[in-house]
C-alpha cells in the first residue's frame, strides 16, 4: 500500500529526488540532455543584494523563473542588464529562444518593450488579475538533423 505524505518544506535530498527524477524521464522521452541553471543578481559595494535572476537552460530555451530588482534601483535599466546577461548567457549556450511568466500587476510592459511576446494568458490567478505567459525569440532556430 502506498502512502501519501504531506510535506510543503520537503528536505533537499527529497526536493532533489523528485527534479532529478522528472529529469531523467524529460530526457529519456525528448533525448535533450543539457540543463543549465543560470543566476545573475545584483550587489552593491557595500556587498547588500538589491535584486537578481533565476532560471534554466534546457531544450534550446531560456526559461526565467524570478527577477527581482529591489525598489531603490528599480528603474535603473539593472532589470534590462539581468534579462540581457541571461540572454546572451543563453545564446552562448545554444537557446534560440526565452520565455517567462508575469503577472498583471508585475512587469508585463517592462517585458514587452524588451521583445517578449504574450502567448497565453491565465485569467483569474489571482482572482482578479492574469498570468501571462511570454517568449521571445533569440536567435536562429537551429533544423533538426
Same mark, same amino acid.
Not at 532556430?141 to 533538426?144: D, M, N, V
Given at each position: 500500500k502506498l502512502e501519501i505524505v504531506f510535506d510543503p518544506l520537503p528536505s533537499d535530498a527529497l526536493s532533489r529526488f523528485i527534479t532529478e527524477?522528472?529529469?531523467?524521464?524529460?530526457?529519456a522521452a525528448t533525448g535533450q540532455e543539457s540543463w543549465y541553471p543560470v543566476g545573475y543578481f545584483l550587489r552593491s559595494g557595500s556587498a547588500e543584494w538589491l535584486g537578481g535572476l533565476l532560471g534554466n537552460i534546457w531544450g534550446g530555451w531560456l526559461h526565467v523563473t524570478h527577477l527581482w530588482v529591489a525598489a +531603490?534601483? %528599480? %528603474?535603473?535599466?539593472?532589470?534590462?542588464r539581468l534579462l540581457r546577461a541571461a540572454e546572451n548567457y543563453a545564446v552562448e549556450r545554444g537557446c534560440f529562444a526565452a520565455t517567462l511568466e508575469t503577472a498583471s500587476f508585475e512587469a508585463r510592459p517592462f517585458y514587452e518593450k524588451l521583445g517578449y511576446e504574450v502567448f497565453a494568458?491565465?485569467?483569474?490567478? +489571482? +482572482?482578479g488579475h492574469t498570468k501571462f505567459y511570454l517568449r521571445k525569440q533569440l536567435a536562429e532556430? +537551429?533544423?533538426?538533423r
Open positions: 527524477s522528472l529529469g531523467s524521464y524529460n530526457i +531603490p534601483v %528599480r %528603474r535603473h535599466g539593472n532589470g534590462t494568458a491565465l485569467e483569474d490567478y +489571482p +482572482p532556430k +537551429p533544423t533538426s
